[in-house]
T-cell receptor, first 114, second 116 residues
Framework: AQSVTQLDSQVPVFEEAPVELRCNYS??????LFWYVQYPNQGLQLLLK??????LVKGINGFEAEFNKSQTSFHLRKPSVHISDTAEYFC????????????FGTGTLLAVQP | ETGVTQTPRHLVMGMTNKKSLKCEQH?????MYWYKQSAKKPLELMFV???????ENNSVPSRFSPECPNSSHLFLHLHTLQPEDSALYLC???????????????FGPGTRLTVT
């Protein structure tokens, strides 16, 4: 079974500052990793995904994440945030088996302040 | 319409009412999901359908009854709900891995349900 831990429930940051949202996972098998974003009153939107290959993955809106197998981490980064990046961010893991089931973390609220 | 749509967007119902949530995906996917999102909790997977067949039920109470008449439509029938069932209900779809799917799920905007 897989599990995902997002230790930071909220990350306040000033506009134009860099940010890192942390995600650690636990799994006995190889996994696929995802970051989703949820804006207020909306569903989840895929930011980026790691399936295989390069461990540095680039996504939409200037976000990127790095897969670190030894540390079982998949942290999300952005070099300069905007007010519009204020949202809830969810890390998710899927096994490489037959199902498409995703296991989500509890989410991190990114609060960008002017 | 594109992507995944859900209706209604907001629903207030009494504990004795019967209502249904509707989800439709316009992506040609063959797997659909219902999730429950409550404050301060991780998203809870409720049901999974692959090719209209239910493949997962995560111990969901029987007052929630899913229906998947075809690969594009998914319903969640609600009856005699409890106040703790108030939450955002999200529908998602994905393409089967064996058919060129890339594993991610596409989500609808959700139905905000309030049980009074």
């Amino acid at each position: 079974a897989q599990s995902v831990t997002q230790l930071d429930s909220q990350v306040p940051v000033f506009e134009e500052a860099p940010v890192e949202l942390r995600c650690n996972y636990s799994s006995s098998v190889s996994v696929y990793l995802f970051w989703y974003v949820q804006y207020p009153n909306q569903g989840l939107q895929l930011l980026l995904k790691y399936l295989s290959g390069s461990t540095l993955v680039k996504g939409i809106n200037g976000f990127e994440a790095e897969f670190n197998k030894s540390q079982t981490s998949f942290h999300l980064r952005k070099p300069s945030v905007h007010i519009s990046d204020t949202a809830e961010y969810f890390c998710a893991v899927s096994d490489r088996g037959a199902t498409n089931k995703l296991i989500f973390g509890t989410g991190t609220l990114l609060a960008v302040q002017p | 319409e594109t992507g995944v749509t859900q209706t209604p967007r907001h629903l207030v119902m009494g504990m004795t009412n019967k209502k249904s949530l509707k989800c439709e995906q316009h992506l040609g996917h063959n797997a659909m999901y219902w999730y429950k999102q409550s404050a301060k909790k991780p998203l809870e997977l409720m049901f999974v359908y692959n090719f209209k067949e239910q493949t997962e039920n995560n111990s969901v109470p029987s007052r929630f009854s899913p229906e998947c008449p075809n690969s594009s439509h998914l319903f969640l029938h609600l009856h005699t709900l409890q106040p703790e069932d108030s939450a955002l209900y999200l529908c998602a779809s994905s393409q089967d891995k064996g058919r060129g799917g890339s594993y991610e799920q596409y989500f609808g905007p959700g139905t905000r349900l309030t049980v009074t």
